[in-house]
């Protein structure tokens, strides 16, 4: 069975009139879901109401119901579905446990203890929570950690090489040709076009992962055809990786606690109540969309073991699928893209826009618009500069994030008013410098199995603890 599956296709060559009309039909309805929330915006919101169309912008006037809540959270989360397949074709349920089993306990821990906390601060963003938590100047050093935090660069040069694959050309071309229309519609509708799209994003890219595992169980047989064809190692919960590689990205994933897409939802959210359940609906949603993800791209492995692996997930799925779901799938793919880029890329235009501006300039919806536009070509930048390795883009802007901000905002919800502005920007200072240096060191021996993620930490852990020794004579009182 293997033989008829080849290591390179043409899209081009296999897709038929009938997938280019299920594929066209599914955008279609995404594009229509975006008219209908702006159909349903103008019935709600009084144009000449300034400040309501501004937080119907960003935050959908805080009226983000369950579903919607559901939908737009976990379409958010897969844009990098080329990434979390590469690294399950390369080591199997390893990208499971890293980029799955991680982030539920992150989730979790999130709707149980975090949410109460948030919620009372009536923020709009999460440098303004953040303002209001520790003062001005951590809002300000937090809003710059947002940016590079939201920056879209692995969803850019996901969009990239699935446009490539599709329709051929450059990587550098198609990343801008998607950018382009998403930006389009992003500024159009503000974050109600991101939810209304999203909602038809999540079924699209959920029920495609589904179709693409069941079909590969019911051809080639379940768990006895992966043993039998894959490496050992592929079902080794750390890949065959060290204990300390592995744990580097629980760590990562608890910077979903300083996630600030994550925040953006729960203060759209109507209630806690909603925010709460939404996050564990979205958790159970998740687990078996890793499971999908996770066993699809082993099955690429064991049929196709020498394909490419940052493109073998597709490549296996368009030769596996017959015409019409094929294209149904392709749009599924696209969708799981288009859902989490369109996301960051208006998250990063709102921390141009509201986070850091001057006060006088906040609020301008103009800004915002331009803001999307500077993020979406700085992103193509560093996806070149990146030279499309999504697995690295991860890796680089989720170290910062988790060692230097994820420590000091934790503190800060475990023991409210302790921390002090300076001291938040001190701490979070020293994780910066002991991150770069690490990361950039040379290193030998013991050290060089040390991630710099750990010495952010330490780093990060060291400055909240000898603030007070340092600065004896500031005044020992939060801002």
């Not at 047989?221 to 592929?234: Q, R, S």
């Not at 990786?241 to 939802?265: H, K, M």
């Not at 109507?270 to 791209?297: N, Q, R």
């Not at 503190?411 to 979070?428: H, S, T």
């Amino acid at each position: 069975m293997s033989q008829s599956f080849s290591p390179k296709v043409t899209l081009s060559e296999i897709i038929t009139p009938l997938d280019w009309t299920i594929f066209g039909l599914v955008l279609f309805c995404t594009f229509a879901a975006v008219i209908y929330g702006e159909l349903r915006k103008n019935r709600e919101i009084d144009e000449d109401n300034e400040q309501a169309n501004f937080l119907d912008l960003l935050l959908m006037g805080r009226h983000l119901t369950l579903p919607m809540f559901v939908g737009t959270l976990v379409a958010t989360w897969y844009g990098g579905i080329f990434g979390v397949t590469e690294i399950a074709f390369k080591k199997g349920i390893f990208n499971f446990v890293t980029q799955g089993a991680f982030w539920y306990v992150a989730y979790i821990i999130f709707a149980l203890f975090i949410i109460d906390h948030v919620k009372s601060y009536q923020a709009v963003t999460l440098p303004d929570l953040i303002s209001k938590m520790f003062g001005p100047r951590s809002a300000i050093l937090s809003g710059y950690f947002n940016f590079f935090n939201v920056l879209p660069i692995a969803y850019v040069i996901s969009l990239g090489l699935f446009l490539k694959a599709l329709f051929g050309g450059s990587l550098v071309v198609c990343m801008s040709a998607g950018v382009f229309l998403v930006i389009l519609y992003s500024m159009w509708g503000g974050f109600r076009a991101v939810v209304f799209s999203d909602l038809v994003q999540f079924f699209v890219m959920c029920s495609g992962v589904f179709l693409i595992l069941l079909l590969s169980m019911t051809t080639f047989g379940g768990l006895g055809f992966l043993k039998a064809n894959l490496p050992e190692t592929h079902f080794h919960l750390t890949g065959g990786e060290t204990l300390a590689t592995t744990l580097v990205w629980g760590f990562i994933a608890l910077s979903t606690l300083v996630d600030p897409n994550f925040y953006q939802r729960v203060f759209a959210a109507e209630s806690p109540k909603v925010a709460k359940k939404g996050i564990l609906i979205s958790t159970l949603i998740w687990f078996c969309f890793d499971i999908c993800t996770t066993f699809g791209a082993m099955y690429a492995r064991a049929v196709i073991p020498e394909a490419e692996s940052g493109q073998a997930y597709l490549t296996y799925a368009v030769q596996l699928l017959p015409s019409g779901v094929r294209g149904f799938v392709l749009a599924g793919i696209l969708a799981t893209i288009l859902s989490t880029l369109d996301s960051y890329l208006f998250l990063a235009g709102t921390t141009v826009s509201y986070d850091l501006v001057p006060k006088k300039f906040k609020g301008k919806v103009m800004l915002h618009h331009l803001g999307i536009v500077s993020v979406g070509i700085i992103s193509i930048f560093m996806a070149v500069a990146f030279e499309g390795n999504i697995k690295k883009v991860w890796k680089t802007l989720g170290s910062y994030s988790a060692s230097c901000l994820l420590l000091p905002v934790v503190y800060g919800y475990l023991f409210p008013g302790k921390i002090k502005d300076n001291q938040f920007i001190f701490a979070c200072v020293l994780g910066i410098i002991g991150t770069s240096y690490w990361r950039n060191a040379s290193h030998s021996g013991f050290a060089a199995n040390i991630d710099e993620l750990y010495i952010g930490i330490l780093s990060t852990t060291l400055g909240l603890i000898l603030y007070p020794f340092v600065f004896k004579g500031e005044k020992q009182t939060a801002s």
